[in-house]
């Protein structure tokens, strides 16, 4: 077991439900091998989310939280913002500016 | 005829948009009523029975033209607004400042320049047609306003309206009754027993709003929108037939139809393929399906059968 990992990781592609069972099953086995985990998520060639992704993000914080982790997101646009903030999942993501801020968990959050 | 009042809506389009990412259309209204037709009441209330509205994307002879008809059929002072402000104007004043004044045109400003509001004679009109409509140097007696005025050119100048109505900082006052201190719900309008209002707030006609529902920070809701379960609205204004999704968190926002505009960060969407916002379409007097949504959401509106129940 590690102490407070770090994985950065990008979003899969939102139709190919192969690829998202792929990546849950991946984000499951990191957060289940570690303690606090904190995984990040760098949305920045994302110019808008949509509801599937956000539902994913969401997925991982409930796998995250069993570990008593975290789930970041960086770069997000201001469309994404925007979507994280109306679907309420900005309230349990941690937003950051970029993966090095989340990486470093400074407090300077975007949103 | 004493006086006619010729009214050019701003933004070329009375019904649509104006272009650009900022969803600001001139028709939107302010708790209940638009500021043009708000404009077109002022002027009914000066006892001015004569009143034309032209598109100002339309050209400018065309307007130019209606007031040279104007004046030779013997109509004495035209009013011209060309509408890009909110003002509280007392035109009865302004008329008697006219009278006194030494030239055919008086010209109306406030402290950061002119609103669009002159007021002509006949004389003037028949004189010079074309100076009259573009010569912004043409002699004139200038009225200086110091009251309440609002330029209406963006989003963000209509949610200020929209505020300052519901605080009382001007003189607007929302249509319908007030429920509660600073709480507006037209009689027509549906709510649920567990819908939740911050004061101020308002709730045009025909709007339905589901259990769970927050309304805060001079959040406005006109007519006949539906706010499903659970949804928050702060510092937003819901625009007529629109629909929003359950459990959204709305804020520093003004909905219309499938598109939103978040001022926090100057950016506008459209979600009706993401399902979170829709168009309700308008009853159709034959009888057809009266909701019709552009995304997959099942809420038929002629379920409404409350009235104004106090939340």
């Given at each position: 077991m590690t102490a407070s990992p770090v994985a950065v990781k990008h979003l899969p592609e939102v139709n190919d439900s192969a690829a998202q069972r792929s990546f849950l099953r991946e984000i499951k086995e990191f957060v289940e091998g570690s303690r606090q985990p904190r995984l990040i998520f760098d949305?920045?060639?994302?110019?808008q989310i949509n509801p599937e992704s956000i539902d994913l993000l969401l997925e991982c914080v409930d796998h995250a939280e069993r570990s008593d982790g975290e789930v970041c997101v960086t770069g997000a646009s201001r469309e994404t913002e925007v979507l994280l903030e109306l679907t309420q999942a900005s309230s349990v993501l941690n937003i950051f500016p970029t993966v090095l801020e989340a990486a470093n968990g400074s407090p300077s959050q975007a949103a | 005829m004493e006086m006619g009042a010729l009214v050019v809506a701003a933004?070329?389009?009375?019904n649509g948009a104006s272009p650009g990412?900022?969803?600001?259309?001139?028709?939107?209204?302010?708790l209940g009523q638009s500021v043009l037709e708000r404009w077109i009441r002022m002027v009914q209330g000066l006892?001015?029975?004569l009143v034309s509205v032209v598109d100002r994307?339309?050209?400018?002879s065309k307007r130019i033209h209606t007031m040279v008809e104007w004046a030779r059929e013997g109509v004495e002072r035209i009013l011209l607004i060309v509408l890009g402000s909110y003002a509280e104007i007392d035109l009865g004043d302004l008329v008697r400042f006219h009278y006194q004044g030494q030239h055919g045109v008086t010209r109306v400003f406030d402290q950061e320049g002119p609103l669009g509001i002159s007021l002509l004679d006949r004389d003037s009109v028949l004189v010079d047609t074309e100076r009259v409509a573009?010569?912004?140097?043409?002699?004139s007696s200038r009225y200086d306003f110091l009251g309440y005025v609002i330029r209406l050119s963006s989003t963000v100048s209509y949610r200020r309206l929209v505020e300052d109505a519901l605080q009382g900082r001007c003189a607007i006052r929302p249509s319908g009754?007030?429920?509660?201190?600073?709480v507006w719900i037209d009689p027509s309008a549906w709510l649920d027993a567990h819908v939740k209002i911050e004061a101020p707030g308002y709730i045009g006609p025909g709007a339905k709003v589901r259990a769970g529902v927050t309304i805060r920070g001079c959040s406005s809701i006109e007519r006949d929108c539906e706010i499903d379960l659970g949804t928050t609205l702060d510092h937003t204004s819901i625009l007529p037939n629109t629909y929003v999704a359950p459990g959204l968190y709305v804020r520093e926002s003004v909905v219309d139809g499938t598109r939103l505009e978040n001022l926090a960060r100057s950016v506008a969407l459209d979600l009706g393929a993401a399902g979170l916002l829709a168009r309700i379409s308008k009853p159709q007097p034959n009888g057809a399906k009266p909701l019709n949504l552009s995304a997959a959401v099942d809420l038929p509106l002629s379920d409404v059968d409350g009235h104004g129940e106090d939340p």
């Open positions: 949305l920045s060639s994302i110019p | 933004g070329g389009d009375l990412s900022s969803l600001w259309a001139p028709a939107w209204p302010v006892g001015v029975g994307a339309e050209q400018p573009s010569e912004p140097y043409r002699p009754i007030q429920a509660r201190e600073n």
